[in-house]
């Protein structure tokens, strides 16, 4: 596969010369044969490689072919100079059960005529058609489809007969007892490429309750994807009885009608007639247990699947059909809120229950949101319903190798590496060490529990973690509300709902790339923006008349929200990695009020918080208001920029969120330059300060550390405490996991920062993997070969206050004797400064560093094939 991605730049501007051929891997985890299914997310871009003009460069080609296939590309977001930083791709793929394919992104192939998929804006009527069905959305008396026809023929017979949505349908969103009928709503196109048109739809039932559709239709596909999200508006004075959340469909099926309703797995599908006042539903109740009805006759029951052999938490789907015409619908995770249903009714009505009316009611507060993910099917194939289910609740994802997500693009920050531990383990037992680090910081984030965390590391699923009484509190798709049985019954419950996992999760994707972390992603990221869930001591959200986005550990109505700022970073990312504009709107809305009451009576971390949601805003945006804004942080008044970056507290960890924070934002305005005195500053006052290593998350300090070294490479103080700092987590993070699962997710928060510095080289892919390069481990070659292996060591032992190094090595003494080791020396930046040649025999060399800079320098043994490395702080 050809990473390689050449530039050519004159007078500051980079030419594509060689042209990109990245491999982007399509994974297929359901089990289910895809066929030209859509796929849809981002892939990042290098900075200064491509302008928002060069989209028309792209194309997409199946590797095994090398034929193009029709696919589309938008701009999600820019580098600070304006190239692309984000690039959307939609196409369609086709991926065998539990397979994987690759297809290439280039920048020099040809994009073929990708059929018809039209979008038109005429006196607030949207109308799409996809070259298999139309649907129309109207602005005023909104109900979701206005009209809505399907003809799988392609032949575009959108006329009485292939109609299965009327004028004027009584279809409605409701909350509660409010409806949007007669409502009127703001729709605007957010994109529309040869394979997508994606359309949003602002509205509200009432006052308190607005709500936002993003609306997604595919090429050839009768299918459309919803993103549904309710809110209670922003100062809402008392709670509201919720007893009702759902997408109401009116069809213009009749007589005759035949509904089937399928739970997937050994459940089978069950389908029957429906005769007139009869309905089939399938509901889940708020004590996890699930009924498929026909009336009050029933169909079939069972648990929520909750145990190791079962299945994730899901819903399935509904398909209604009068024999020519039919429709359906479902959704993708029941985990977001029980109870929840399908029902089809003899008129022709369909109903997703997002928040189920069959199940018992529960108070809802001010500021809490939920979002769901749903789709229509308006032909009469079943098997194109099913085949939408699975496009929403199994997404194929393409996706670049993690060294591109990391280095190559340093999209996710400059300092992150990827899960490769050849890159710098010195010897088969770190080598090991670090795979088992990478494993549990992914297992880790995917699956989170409040109990059973052993258990919980099976992933996907955790009996330790799935009682009853605590199964709300396992996450792996959706949000935890249990309306009955939590520690505050009839309440939103909030337990270990942590802010950070989103972004954490980011961070997991990025460094292994691997379709299973992408499908956790959107789940986390909609929890994370959907509860107030900042109240880390307590399950409950207890403060009527409190803002979501304002409550932070207490119930004051105060601009005090300010780890809602961080968590938008999380938020961020994965908008970013799925182009999903709901995910940029959610963040968004977060951090729309300014912080202003931390600086009086705040925790010191709540800087580095803030600093963190507007450096991510700005980054996602490009508005100045966010950069701006950032800058008023920076005073010398308590617990700001200044201050915090010049006198420690002695609540450590809080320190180094301090240092986090300000380095996000030198890495989002790389141009202020104060925050880079600060950002230094604050990075020598803790390398300094012998207690940094002693707190219980030393690792938190990596992240700002790492940034620092960016700005100052030679600082070897800083280098010093980064790598005390290391040393110290690297103990930590091999102890017995904690009994709360958050706790021990923690322990990695900035630990793949650092990861780079273990190699020294900043710019590590230039020479990757040359100058560490490593052989397999000496017992793997001994196994499989039957013989004894060469052993490699190296070991330096400097004085950094003298002006000699020595340098011990070990090889095999047949090694040695065909083969005469030597010695080389890397500077930081990974370019050779000295090569030393060891007299015949001898295992011992010394190295005078003369005049050179102080500094980390890389020491590297090599003898015939056999390399060994380590480092050395040279301080003058």
Same mark, same amino acid.
């Given at each position: 596969m050809?990473?390689s991605?050449?530039?050519?730049c004159?007078s500051?501007?980079?030419?594509?010369?060689?042209?990109?051929?990245?491999?982007?891997?399509?994974?297929?985890?359901?089990?289910?044969?895809?066929?030209?299914?859509?796929?849809s997310?981002?892939?990042p871009?290098?900075?200064?490689a491509?302008?928002?003009?060069?989209t028309?460069?792209?194309?997409?080609?199946?590797?095994?072919? %090398?034929?193009?296939?029709?696919?589309?590309?938008?701009?999600?977001?820019?580098?600070?100079d304006?190239?692309?930083?984000?690039?959307?791709?939609?196409?369609?793929?086709?991926?065998?059960?539990s397979?994987?394919?690759?297809y290439?992104?280039?920048?020099?192939?040809?994009?073929p005529?990708?059929?018809t998929?039209?979008?038109?804006?005429?006196?607030g009527?949207?109308?799409?058609?996809?070259?298999v069905a139309?649907?129309?959305?109207?602005?005023?008396g909104?109900?979701?489809?206005?009209?809505?026809?399907?003809?799988?023929?392609?032949?575009?017979?959108?006329?009485?007969?292939?109609?299965?949505?009327?004028?004027?349908n009584?279809?409605?969103?409701?909350?509660?007892?409010?409806?949007?009928?007669?409502?009127?709503?703001?729709?605007?196109?957010v994109?529309?490429?040869?394979?997508?048109?994606c359309?949003?739809a602002?509205?509200?039932?009432?006052a308190q309750?607005?709500?936002?559709?993003?609306?997604? &239709?595919?090429?050839?596909?009768?299918?459309?994807r919803?993103?549904?999200?309710?809110?209670?508006?922003?100062?809402?004075s008392?709670?509201?009885?919720?007893?009702?959340?759902?997408?109401?469909?009116?069809?213009?099926?009749?007589?005759?009608?035949?509904?089937?309703?399928?739970?997937l797995?050994?459940?089978?599908?069950?389908?029957?007639?429906?005769?007139?006042?009869?309905?089939?539903t399938?509901?889940?109740?708020?004590s996890?247990v699930?009924?498929?009805?026909?009336?009050?006759?029933?169909?079939?029951?069972?648990?929520?699947?909750?145990?190791?052999?079962?299945?994730?938490?899901?819903?399935?789907?509904?398909?209604?059909?009068?024999?020519?015409?039919?429709?359906?619908?479902?959704?993708?995770y029941?985990?977001e809120?029980?109870?929840?249903?399908?029902?089809?009714?003899?008129?022709?009505?369909?109903?997703?229950?997002l928040?189920s009316?069959?199940?018992?009611?529960?108070?809802?507060y001010?500021?809490?949101?939920?979002?769901?993910?749903?789709?229509?099917?308006?032909?009469?194939?079943?098997?194109?319903?099913?085949?939408?289910?699975?496009?929403?609740?199994?997404p194929?994802?393409?996706i670049p190798?993690?060294?591109?997500?990391?280095?190559?693009?340093?999209?996710?920050?400059?300092?992150?590496?990827?899960?490769?531990?050849?890159l710098?383990?010195?010897?088969?037992t770190?080598?090991?060490?670090?795979?088992?680090?990478?494993?549990?910081?992914?297992?880790?984030c995917?699956?989170?529990?409040?109990?059973?965390?052993?258990?919980?590391?099976?992933?996907?699923?955790?009996?330790?973690a799935?009682t009853?009484?605590n199964?709300?509190?396992?996450?792996?798709?959706g949000?935890?509300?249990?309306?009955?049985?939590?520690?505050?019954?009839?309440?939103?419950h909030t337990?270990?709902?942590?802010?950070?996992?989103?972004?954490?999760?980011a961070?997991?994707?990025?460094?292994?790339?691997?379709?299973?972390?992408?499908?956790?992603g959107?789940?986390?990221?909609?929890?994370?923006?959907?509860l107030?869930?900042?109240?880390?001591?307590?399950?409950?959200?207890?403060?009527?008349?409190?803002?979501q986005?304002?409550?932070y550990?207490?119930?004051?109505?105060?601009?005090?929200?300010?780890?809602?700022?961080w968590?938008?970073?999380?938020?961020?990312?994965?908008w970013?990695?799925?182009?999903?504009?709901m995910?940029?709107?959610?963040a968004?809305?977060?951090?729309?009020?300014?912080?202003?009451?931390?600086?009086?009576?705040g925790?010191y971390? $709540?800087?580095?918080?803030?600093?963190?949601g507007?450096?991510?805003a700005?980054e996602?945006?490009?508005?100045?208001q966010?950069?701006?804004?950032?800058?008023?942080y920076?005073?010398?008044?308590?617990?700001?920029?200044?201050?915090c970056?010049?006198?420690?507290?002695?609540?450590?960890?809080?320190n180094?969120?301090?240092?986090?924070g300000?380095?996000?934002?030198?890495?989002a305005?790389?141009?202020?330059?104060h925050?880079?005195?600060?950002?230094?500053?604050?990075?020598?006052?803790?390398?300094?300060?012998?207690?940094?290593?002693?707190d219980?998350?030393p690792?938190?300090?990596?992240?700002?550390?790492?940034?620092a070294?960016?700005?100052?490479?030679?600082?070897t103080l800083?280098?010093?405490?980064?790598q005390r700092?290391?040393?110290?987590?690297?103990?930590?993070?091999?102890? $017995?996991? $904690?009994?709360r699962?958050?706790?021990?997710?923690?322990?990695f928060?900035?630990?793949?920062?650092?990861?780079?510095?273990?190699?020294?080289?900043?710019?590590?892919?230039?020479?990757?993997?040359?100058?560490?390069?490593?052989?397999?481990?000496?017992?793997q070659?001994?196994?499989?070969?039957?013989?004894?292996?060469?052993? &490699?060591f190296v070991?330096?032992?400097?004085?950094?206050f003298?002006?000699?190094v020595?340098? $011990?090595?070990?090889?095999?003494?047949h090694?040695?004797?065909?083969e005469?080791?030597?010695?080389?020396?890397?500077?930081? %930046?990974?370019?050779?400064?000295?090569?030393?040649q060891?007299?015949?025999?001898?295992?011992?060399?010394?190295?005078?560093?003369?005049?050179?800079?102080?500094?980390v320098?890389?020491?590297k043994?090599t003898?015939?094939?056999?390399?060994a490395?380590?480092?050395?702080?040279?301080?003058?």
């Open positions: 050809n990473l991605l050449m530039f050519l004159v500051g501007a980079c030419i594509s010369v060689c042209g990109l051929a990245l491999p982007l891997r399509v994974t297929e985890h359901a089990g289910v044969a895809r066929t030209s299914a859509p796929v997310n981002s892939v871009m290098p900075k200064g491509y302008q928002p003009a060069d028309v460069l792209f194309a997409i080609q199946d590797s095994a072919t %090398n034929k193009s296939v029709p696919a589309g590309f938008t701009v999600v977001e820019t580098w600070e304006g190239s692309i930083r984000w690039l959307g791709v939609a196409f369609d793929a086709t991926v065998a059960a397979g994987a394919t690759t290439i992104l280039s920048d020099k192939g040809s994009n005529a990708s059929g998929l039209t979008v038109s804006e005429t006196a009527v949207v109308t799409v058609t996809t070259g139309r649907f129309t959305m109207h602005s005023t909104f109900n979701i489809f206005d009209e809505a026809w399907a003809d799988l023929s392609g032949s575009g017979n959108y006329d009485s007969a292939h109609k299965i949505i009327e004028s004027g009584a279809s409605a969103l409701t909350v509660g007892t409010n409806v949007t009928t007669g409502a009127t709503a703001q729709l605007s196109v994109w529309h490429t040869p394979g997508q048109v359309i949003r602002a509205v509200s039932a009432g309750y607005p709500m936002v559709l993003y609306v997604t &239709a595919y090429r050839n596909k009768p299918y459309v919803i993103i549904h999200n309710w809110y209670m508006n922003d100062f809402a008392s709670s509201m009885v919720l007893s009702a959340l759902s997408m109401n469909f009116k069809t213009r099926l009749a007589g005759a009608l035949t509904a089937t309703v399928s739970h797995d050994a459940d089978g599908r069950f389908e029957t007639a429906l005769s007139t006042g009869e309905q089939l399938e509901h889940y109740s708020s996890d699930y009924e498929i009805k026909k009336n009050a006759t029933l169909l079939a029951s069972g648990k929520g699947q909750n145990e190791v052999t079962g299945g994730t938490k899901k819903m399935g789907w509904l398909h209604v059909s009068d024999g020519t015409k039919g429709l359906g619908c479902g959704m993708r029941f985990w809120m029980a109870p929840k249903h399908l029902l089809a009714n003899s008129t022709g009505a369909l109903s997703l229950g928040y009316s069959l199940g018992p009611a529960t108070d809802w001010g500021g809490f949101g939920r979002t769901h993910i749903a789709f229509v099917n308006f032909s009469d194939s079943i098997g194109l319903t099913e085949e939408a289910y699975y496009a929403i609740a199994q194929l994802y393409a190798p993690a060294v591109w997500l990391c280095g190559k693009t340093q999209v996710f920050g400059n300092t992150l590496v990827h899960a490769d531990p050849d710098f383990a010195h010897n088969s770190e080598r090991t060490s670090w795979v088992r680090f990478f494993n549990v910081y992914k297992n880790t995917l699956v989170f529990g409040h109990a059973g965390y052993a258990a919980a590391l099976q992933y996907p699923y955790a009996t330790g799935m009853w009484n199964g709300y509190n396992f996450l792996w798709y949000d935890n509300v249990d309306p009955v049985n939590c520690c505050c019954a009839n309440r939103q337990a270990n709902n942590y802010y950070d996992m989103a972004y954490l999760g961070l997991a994707y990025a460094m292994h790339a691997d379709q299973t972390t992408a499908l956790w959107m789940g986390r990221a909609l929890q994370t923006a959907d107030d869930h900042d109240n880390v001591n307590g399950d409950c959200k207890i403060c009527p008349g409190v803002e986005f304002f409550g550990q207490d119930c004051i109505a105060g601009n005090d929200g300010n780890a809602n700022h968590k938008i970073t999380g938020l961020l990312d994965w970013a990695v799925y182009n999903e504009p995910l940029k709107e959610l968004l809305r977060i951090v729309r009020f300014p912080m202003n009451r931390f600086a009086n009576n925790e971390r $709540s800087l580095g918080h803030v600093l963190m507007l450096a991510s700005y996602a945006t490009g508005d100045a966010y950069r701006d804004r950032a800058h008023l920076y005073t010398n008044g308590p617990n700001t920029g200044d201050h970056a010049t006198v420690l507290t002695s609540n450590y960890f809080q180094a969120i301090v240092g986090a300000i380095a996000d934002h030198v890495f305005d790389s141009g202020d330059a925050a880079q005195t600060m950002l230094l500053t604050w990075a020598r006052n803790v390398a300094a300060d012998n207690q940094t290593v002693a219980a998350f690792q938190w300090f990596l992240g700002g550390l790492s940034k070294l960016e700005l100052a490479p030679e600082d800083i280098a010093h405490g980064a700092c290391w040393e110290a987590f690297f103990v930590s993070a091999n102890l $017995s996991p $904690s009994a699962a958050k706790e021990h997710v923690e322990r928060r900035e630990a793949p920062d650092y990861l780079k510095y273990l190699l020294i080289n900043p710019d590590y892919l230039t020479q990757y993997p040359d100058y560490l390069a490593q052989s397999f481990p000496p017992d070659i001994e196994k499989n070969s039957g013989r004894t292996a060469a052993r &490699a070991s330096v032992s400097p004085n950094p003298t002006r000699t020595a340098i $011990s090595f070990a090889f095999n003494k090694i040695r004797e065909t005469p080791p030597f010695v080389q020396v890397y500077d930081i %930046n990974g370019r050779l400064v000295q090569t030393l060891p007299g015949m025999g001898r295992t011992t060399v010394i190295w005078r560093p003369g005049e050179i800079r102080s500094g320098y890389v020491i043994a003898a015939g094939s056999q390399v490395a380590g480092r050395v702080i040279v301080m003058r």
